[in-house]
């Protein structure tokens, strides 16, 4: 019974990727990417092309749905044959660029010359405690807003620190999130502090 169960699933899914299908055509070296529709899935790698898409057109909500399912079920469908194609080397790689953002962060979360009065953020919040990035995005009663943590951080650099705000780009922005997010997670005590959990993949 099992046997014909899993017979009966691969003749399934093998029927499914060899059916002839307007939206077929995984990508091979012959295709003329320049002249169809070519969709990435979220991994960076994953493509279908759509044969039956002009380049540059929008397609209806159930064609998108069709297109993102076929999406999904090739990445599926690699992604279990696949041994995980990560090494340490790259754990290594990623968790010394990671550190080296949070260290940016620290730098500019003590750097008074985002300001201009000589105040820097960890005057006020010592090791970025009361920052509370878990709890954004929430209603802000100084911004009369909703906020994401970075319209805080502009906040207090606009108000306690006489600053001018830093555009959600910009790179000392980033870090210093990621510094704020990265110290609250390591030092909440409480259960519901450990949700967080920066560096996760």
Partial sequence: MKKTFILLAVFLVSAFFNTTNDLS??????DKKTEKKVITACDGETQVVLNDVAKDEVMSREK??????????TYQQQKKYQSTKFTRRDSLIWDRELKAMIEEGYKWFHDPSLGTNGISCDMCHPDAVDTHPETYPKFQIQLKRIALLRDMINWCIENPMEGKPLKEDDPRMKAMEAYIIWARAKQDPRPEGKILNPGKR
């Fill in 25 to 30: 055509a995984i990508e091979s070296e012959g």
């Fill in 64 to 73: 998108a749905q069709e297109v993102a399912a076929m999406l999904m079920a």
